[in-house]
């Protein structure tokens, strides 16, 4: 054999294809982790702030609220914004602000500042989850969306593990005032992270080979479906109307189509339940359960951690096991959850299985969190997905705006929890019924 023949049997193994798409998911996992750390030590915080600063329940949902009318509003302008301007500066700025506005709510002497200062973190923090699905679009190609976005997703289900126990032990020997402030910390250092390893296109990074860059593009230059992406799934196929879609290619087209805004209704449903939730459980242990505040910690972490495996499950189940298709993992969070909140409702006062139960309605819930991020890829174009997710997350965060001050509003008039998680419990029967409405979008 030449040294010819031999340099060219040996390059295929000498040429490596770099994978800096999973550096980049994981810095998407780190600040994202730092972002709902921000928005749910509020959560952990409220009964020392009802205490200190004599709040009624409808005041204390009404400072967990407001930070989502501000992240609502946010959402469509940034966008917009993403689709002239990218990802890479706008996460920069919004994580530096929010950091600066985390720090100052531990300055704060009454609820109307409260209140303002989460409106403005809702505001600063709003571009944040845009475009993290939009870098993850930018980023992976069709086959790995689903999974990207489950990783992404159960970022948000990190942060409520480790802040109860973090910001209660904090609260506890320093005062409630030092969790705003050291929380302040890690948002600065991750924006510089962000800001020096990811750019909005993987084409504008260093760090991608070209045989990377065409792997991540593939669906857009060949037109082949694999056989696996073709095949039945039968009656599941029938329920979830999975049929060819006519791709949204202008902007107009996001806001005249009803697959978009049935996700949107039913997002909002999802995040009336993940955010009343992550905002009355804590009360829930202590005022309801008699907890301490150091085991309502503990406890108000266990639905985070059944979330994570939920998120990261769930996003696997929708690439591999439903072919691609969202809407099966969707259909299970609706119908699974609003059972287990029937099991809380009936649940013995007995902390083991109270955070079993707990535990297992954050899995149930997360595993079709990541598809209603998802599905409207399906639906679109790399150009139309921005402000398409953008609608997505407006409509469904006003979930979080709502919930925390109807059960406020549901506590002040009876005191009962069970009636919350009733209302949690129909919330998720009505976004069953309006997914079936929604058709599934075959991937070409």
């Given at each position: 054999m030449s040294?010819?023949?031999?340099?060219?049997?040996?390059?295929?193994?000498?040429?490596?294809?770099?994978?800096?798409?999973?550096?980049?998911?994981?810095?998407?996992?780190?600040?994202?982790?730092?972002?709902?750390?921000?928005?749910?030590?509020?959560?952990?915080?409220?009964?020392?702030?009802?205490?200190?600063?004599?709040?009624?329940?409808f005041q204390t949902g009404a400072i967990a609220s407001f930070f989502f009318l501000g992240y609502a509003v946010s959402q469509i302008p940034t966008g917009f914004w993403l689709v002239k301007r990218g990802s890479r500066g706008i996460v920069t700025i919004a994580v530096i602000t929010f950091s600066v506005i985390t720090f100052l709510l531990g300055t704060v002497s009454s609820a109307a500042m409260l209140i303002l200062l989460r409106l403005a973190l809702g505001l600063a923090e709003g571009p944040v989850p845009v475009s993290m699905t939009s870098t993850i679009n930018q980023w992976f190609p069709a086959k790995e969306k689903g999974t990207a976005t489950g990783v992404y997703f159960a970022s948000t289900q990190l942060a409520p593990i480790i802040v109860p126990i973090v910001a209660t032990s904090i609260a506890l020997a320093y005062g409630w005032r030092q969790v705003f402030f050291w929380f302040a910390v890690p948002g600065i250092v991750i924006a510089i992270v962000w800001y020096l390893f990811v750019r909005t296109k993987p084409e504008d990074s260093p760090n991608v080979s070209k045989d990377e860059l065409e792997y991540i593009r593939q669906s857009e230059v060949i037109t082949e479906v694999k056989s696996d992406e073709q095949k039945s799934l039968g009656w599941i196929d029938k329920v979830i109307r999975y049929k060819k879609?006519?791709?949204?290619?202008?902007?107009?087209?996001?806001?005249?189509?009803?697959?978009?805004?049935?996700?949107?209704?039913?997002?909002?449903?999802?995040?009336?339940?993940?955010?009343?939730?992550?905002?009355?459980?804590?009360?829930?242990?202590?005022?309801?359960?008699?907890?301490?505040?150091?085991?309502?910690?503990?406890?108000?972490?266990?639905?985070?951690?059944?979330?994570?495996?939920?998120?990261?499950?769930?996003?696997?189940?929708?690439?591999?096991?439903?072919?691609?298709?969202?809407?099966?993992?969707?259909?299970?969070?609706?119908?699974?959850?609003?059972?287990?909140?029937?099991?809380?409702?009936?649940?013995?006062?007995?902390?083991?299985?109270?955070?079993?139960?707990?535990?297992?309605?954050?899995?149930?819930?997360?595993?079709?969190?990541?598809?209603?991020?998802?599905?409207?890829?399906?639906?679109?174009?790399?150009?139309?997905?921005?402000?398409?997710?953008?609608?997505?997350?407006?409509?469904?965060?006003?979930?979080?705006f709502f919930s925390p001050l109807i059960v406020g509003a549901i506590l002040d008039a009876t005191g009962n929890y069970n009636l919350a998680f009733g209302f949690f419990g129909v919330l998720l029967v009505l976004g069953f019924c309006v997914i079936l409405t929604i058709k599934e979008p075959v991937q070409n």
């Open positions: 040294l010819l023949e031999s340099k060219a049997n040996f390059s295929p193994v000498l040429k490596k294809k770099s994978r800096y798409r999973w550096v980049v998911l994981t810095i998407i996992f780190c600040l994202y982790v730092v972002c709902m750390a921000d928005r749910t030590n509020i959560g952990v915080i409220l009964p020392f702030l009802k205490k200190d600063l004599t709040l009624t329940n879609v006519k791709p949204i290619t202008t902007n107009k087209g996001i806001f005249t189509t009803w697959n978009i805004w049935g996700n949107t209704l039913t997002y909002f449903l999802m995040n009336s339940v993940v955010y009343g939730m992550l905002t009355w459980v804590p009360m829930y242990l202590v005022n309801a359960k008699g907890y301490s505040l150091l085991k309502m910690g503990f406890v108000a972490s266990t639905p985070a951690i059944g979330g994570m495996i939920g998120a990261i499950l769930g996003g696997w189940l929708s690439d591999k096991v439903f072919l691609g298709r969202r809407k099966p993992t969707m259909l299970i969070t609706a119908i699974a959850t609003s059972i287990m909140m029937l099991v809380v409702i009936n649940i013995p006062n007995n902390g083991l299985l109270v955070a079993l139960s707990l535990g297992l309605a954050g899995f149930f819930l997360n595993i079709g969190l990541p598809a209603f991020t998802a599905y409207p890829m399906g639906l679109t174009n790399r150009d139309t997905y921005p402000v398409a997710i953008a609608t997505v997350n407006s409509g469904g965060n006003l979930g979080g």
